[in-house]
């Protein structure tokens, strides 16, 4: 859109249409490899953490790690290279986790030990996101994501509440118990109770006594019924936005709208609708 | 329906109605004798490996396995000979399911040992989908699977970014517990997260350091939250697939539409309505 | 309503009013001094199993049960005397209740180890249904009860439907894991997967091998999210059961629809509104 | 509002406006203040349970909760002091709640092992809520609380059918496990009745019989399915709420009701509307 695109050289040009975009055949069998690499490089930091595996083919996982960190260092490099504004790219959120994705390999072969970096690899998993735009889901995302923002207030009021019997509870339960059966601290009291109140229910730490396990039944009681109310209220809201969902749905020529969110044609006047997803993705 | 069933001897016509049809006496208690003995011969197998059953009644049970085979060998032989199209017959869904119900039994006998052939017997309990048929019951099940169908993409991307959270959280958990408190890999700590997040919480594995039960703490929290998600796509979809339903019930005299699952005649001439599973059978 | 209620005694007629009626201040203390005597009782029943009371206590607690036994037994001979139709009370749901909540101790006293009749002593607690009715709670639950009657055939699909994908992953289970890590039959393995699907998760019997414990991951997924499925039935029938009574709040003079459950006034001609019971009540 | 206000001094209004409003920026402060000392003494009374900071900052830890003492001392005194009746303010929840922070400090000193006094003094969190009124999100509180006050009879309903339930599922497995295998009473197999029908399932006690086994997969199913129930009823009544509350967004222009919960103008004149929490806290 600026001037100096203009002056740009066609290589630069067709390799930010393969590399970025997800329109053309190439850009889309880029995207799938990408994801690939993505997959099973991740494959590989998780089985690398198997005794077996480590020890049995230790030295392979090695080679290919070393592979698909190169493989990134180009794409990043590629990125960089071919991005419209670099500075914007590298400082965007995936320009970011694509960076990520890159360091801790090289980090690793500083610093032997350093398995705080596996963690920091795993976020590769995140680039997979970018892939998906070409899979078309995004407007089912889109959906769910309006009904949580729209549902966060009551769902924060709703957290800040539990929070408050949580401590409560805890705070009985390590007095009634004591740290003879285990509540050895309120901390500690406070990670039994939200095992209980999210109906988890470890069995690490169980109360002894009479009085204790009658709380902890209250405390069931509680989880039990209180579980039911972010879900009333995401429905709800859920149920509004694909009620909305369907009011975008409107016909080209008569302008009907309110159709079935698998109709193919108009209603009244039988003209063919737009697919699903593009009146929402005009306006995202 | 093709010309060759003209010439066809009355005798597998009739055959026919019985085994394959659900209309007449004689073609519903095959049904229900056929779904007795589905029933008994699973839980023959079921039986089996108790070992009390076992040593006891070992001898009846082998001798009773054998009678069930041989009554669904010749089943299966009669719907080959009694179908219209045996080909056809024998590559539907049905025909493979009744043959696996079938084969085992011979597997068994030549090689002794295998109890994988234990886990193919059971698949026989999915040919009751079939007597179920005669029951009615499959406009109910249609309006939970389309409602399913119809969510099937937002619970995609619901379990997509669910698994992209369970990876990241298995991997700290991993450098946070470490092999010594029984996180020994990514990926026994992937089945701890999903125990947890799923609130199941065996106890198997547990967190001993205090970081390690914040994180926890905080994992059960999200699967606490997250639990309402599905429920609210589904909730929605169905009350949708539920008024959609409604809204089939016309009456044959003056059209009007929109009556109660429940109703007998029609709220506004008062002609007797068809009953609720005509409208949706006919299109299904 | 019958010829010999008019030639009865007077006696008779006013404990009817008051062992069976609920409209009179007598009938009220009656009915709530009743609720405290089964709670008293079946709480004495409670107790006695616990060590240290029954050591404690046990010879109070038995003369406690006899009087309970006594008041109970006078009860029901005073029922029986002033039913209008004795017989037909006798064999009524309640009849049959009050009986077995007397019977049981005499047993006792005969065969003295029988702890079955524990159980039958505390269906007691049933009869607390009866007494419910003059607390007006009951169209509130009439709401619940035909909202479950609407749903119950899309429930019982669902819980077929599950129950084969049970026995299934029952049958791989056992197989997978075997006798040696607590799969020691397809029995305890169909207790295992209701444990796990339904997010229980004792932790008694734990998957050992890898793939045990990908196939227990799967399984908590598929509990995990069919949780929803029920709920999303069931709060579609609610919905609409809430709508349906809202229809029948009618103003008596204006007779319009559809006001408010906590509405006092007509919204259109301002008339005071019947209370919210009545409607339901009057049809039930 | 009454005459003596006219008469008092000008400092002792000025401070009521600070420590009892939350309009001035001096208010809101004194406000945000407030919690964070609240939130900063409870997370003292926290960690000073956990063994090694108890031992390793117990002196500090000490000091610090004499510093919040005395400040909150200070503060109950202030707003007796400028309250505009004080007796009012000290017999209200949150006059007794403010003393109730203050005093157990004060008790510690005399009784030095009294560690009930812990669970008083956390009890100082719902001091929090005061200072939620700053943050507006009381209307979205107030959705929530309207529509558990709705369903509360179905909800208690619900609640005394399943304790019947529970009840006599406890009894039921106390005649079958007994004793031998952990149901030592019935109120510990209630305590157990609970774990299993809310799914927490901590497995410290597991039926060991096969008849058991096969009552605690019951009792698992349903708590499976009835967690439906709670959830429908609140679903049901937070959509009313929600919906009711849309209607309140009304345009002062021209009347106009029904728009969107995130709409800033008019849908039919353009005119700005009232934000969210307006017409909400007029009539709370």
Known sequence: MSENIESESPLKRQLRTIIFGTDTPAGRYFDIALMVCIVLSVALVFLDTVEVFHREYGQIIRVLEWVFTIIFTLEYGLRLYCATHP?????????????????PSYLA????????????????????????????????????????????RKVFIFFFSVSLIVMVLS??????????NGFSSIPKSVYWTIVTITTVGYGDITPKTGLGQAIAAFTMLIGYSIIAIPTGILTAEISQEVGRHRDLRSCNQCHKTGHDLDAMYCSRCGCELDSLDAPVENDA
């Open 171 to 180: 705070a009985v339960m390590y007095v009634v118990e004591g740290p003879d």
């Open 87 to 103: 500075v914007l790219y590298a400082r965007s959120f995936y320009g970011i986790v694509d960076l990520l994705s890159v360091l």
């Open 109 to 152: 072969l500083l610093i032997p030990g350093a398995n705080f970096t596996l963690v920091i690899r795993i976020l590769r998993l995140f680039r997979i996101f970018r892939v998906l735009k070409l899979l078309r889901y995004l407007s089912e995302g889109n959906v769910l994501l309006r009904a949580m923002m729209q549902s966060s």
